[in-house]
């Protein structure tokens, strides 16, 4: 199995940019699509975005895309979600998760291993 580590969170104005990573380690990154998702308070955890084992193809929710762009860097087990134009309403708890399979897939239930989260908070 795979232990997911998030970092980067913090608090920001309307309009700045920030980074999250997610460490991977216990097995290979490049075996796992991974996913970002988010979780403000008193609202369901929602899909954010997810990229594919070999980096190839990207999916983005409607609220962010354009936005945020998701990458991975397998040789250093790491996944990054670059939030740039960041709005109030992106504040929430952010996760990292995986799923030990080939394709996209979006849903919560379909991601076996999740991170702690890390906050981000954009004041208006």
């Known amino acids: 199995q795979v232990q997911l580590v998030e970092s980067g969170g913090g608090l920001v104005q309307a309009g700045d940019s920030l980074r999250l990573s997610c460490a991977a380690s216990?097995?290979?990154?490049?075996?796992?699509?991974m996913g970002w998702f988010r979780q403000a308070p008193g609202k369901e955890r929602e899909w954010v975005a997810s990229i594919s084992r070999g980096g190839a193809t990207t999916l983005y929710a409607d609220s962010v895309k354009g936005r945020f762009t998701i990458s991975r860097d397998n040789a250093k087990n790491t996944i990054y979600l670059q939030m740039s134009s960041l709005k109030p309403e992106d504040t929430a708890v952010y996760y990292c998760?995986?799923?030990?399979?080939?394709?996209?897939?979006?849903?919560?239930?379909?991601?076996?291993?999740w991170g702690q989260g890390t906050q981000v908070t954009v004041s208006s």
């Open positions: 998760a995986a799923r030990r399979a080939f394709g996209i897939w979006v849903a919560v239930s379909a991601y076996d291993y």
């Open positions: 216990g097995r290979t990154v490049s075996d796992y699509l």
